[in-house]
Nanobody, 124 residues
Framework: VQLQASGGGLVQAGGSLRLSCVVS????????VGWFRQAPGKEREFVAA??????RHADSVKGRFTISRDGAKNTVYLQMNRLKFDDTAVYYC????????????????????WGQGTQVTVSS
């Protein structure tokens, strides 16, 4: 399984971006895809994840970010609205080749494959 993340960029606080993660290989319908982020000097943290029928969002982004998927394109999106300076980070998408239960979606150790990351910079 390979993942290609894109859509990052520079945006002002309060603005929006949409990240995309194209998943190739594996069976997309059975794949859980998650988004994680890592800011300089900080640990990697969970942002959002989803599989068919279930999504999970970190409390820090709930109500602002939305994960969705398009099965026809094997693509997972992360719509990010009302961006804050603290959202600045490299965002990574990751895939688990099975349907993770909701309580496991937030753990990076559950994911088998990782994309290369895309930089999101929010100016204050």
């Amino acid at each position: 399984v390979q993942l290609q993340a894109s859509g990052g960029g520079l945006v002002q606080a309060g603005g929006s971006l949409r990240l995309s993660c194209v998943v190739s290989g594996g069976t997309f319908s059975r794949t859980t895809v998650g988004w994680f982020r890592q800011a300089p000097g900080k640990e990697r943290e969970f942002v959002a994840a989803g599989r068919v029928g279930t999504t999970r969002h970190a409390d820090s982004v709930k109500g602002r970010f939305t994960i969705s998927r398009d099965g026809a394109k094997n693509t997972v999106y992360l719509q990010m609205n009302r961006l804050k300076f603290d959202d600045t980070a490299v965002y990574y998408c990751a895939a688990a080749q099975r349907g993770l239960i909701w309580s496991s979606m937030g753990s990076a150790f559950e994911y088998d494959n990782w994309g290369q990351g895309t930089q999101v910079t929010v100016s204050s």
